[in-house]
């Protein structure tokens, strides 16, 4: 099992930055992939970014890419997403989830084991 605690949420406004964190805890997170994905009020979950457990792949949705990047410290379990530019349409719940496979990372939810309690983000304009 593994356990996962998104922080580093909250408000900020338009063209600001935050940097999103995700604690994993049980099994070897260094060997898991990651990804964030956001669920705004009355939208689907949707794909923001994903980073391979090896070699540091990384893939981004396109809305973000360019202002978001994902990176990872194994040696911190963590997983981390900064943010900047952002916009208001980049407000949403936040979440962190791993898998073992694929080990690049997916864009695929379903495909995703283990999942954080989601961070809010809210961006004003």
């Known amino acids: 099992q593994v356990q996962l605690v998104e922080s580093g949420g909250g408000l900020v406004q338009a063209g600001g930055s935050l940097r999103l964190s995700c604690a994993a805890s049980?099994?070897?997170?260094?060997?898991?992939?990651a990804g964030w994905f956001r669920q705004a009020p009355g939208k689907d979950r949707d794909f923001v970014a994903a980073?391979?457990?090896?070699?540091?792949?990384?893939d981004y949705a396109d809305s973000v890419k360019g202002r978001f990047t994902i990176s990872r410290d194994s040696a911190k379990n963590t997983v981390y997403l900064q943010m900047n530019s952002l916009k208001p349409e980049d407000t949403a719940v936040y979440y962190c989830?791993?898998?073992?496979?694929?080990?690049?990372?997916?864009?695929?939810?379903?495909?995703?084991?283990?999942w954080g309690q989601g961070t809010q983000v809210t961006v004003s304009s």
């Open positions: 049980g099994r070897t997170f260094s060997t898991y992939a």
């Open positions: 989830a791993t898998t073992l496979f694929p080990p690049e990372g997916s864009r695929t939810q379903s495909e995703y084991r283990f």
């Open positions: 980073i391979s457990w090896i070699g540091g792949r990384t």
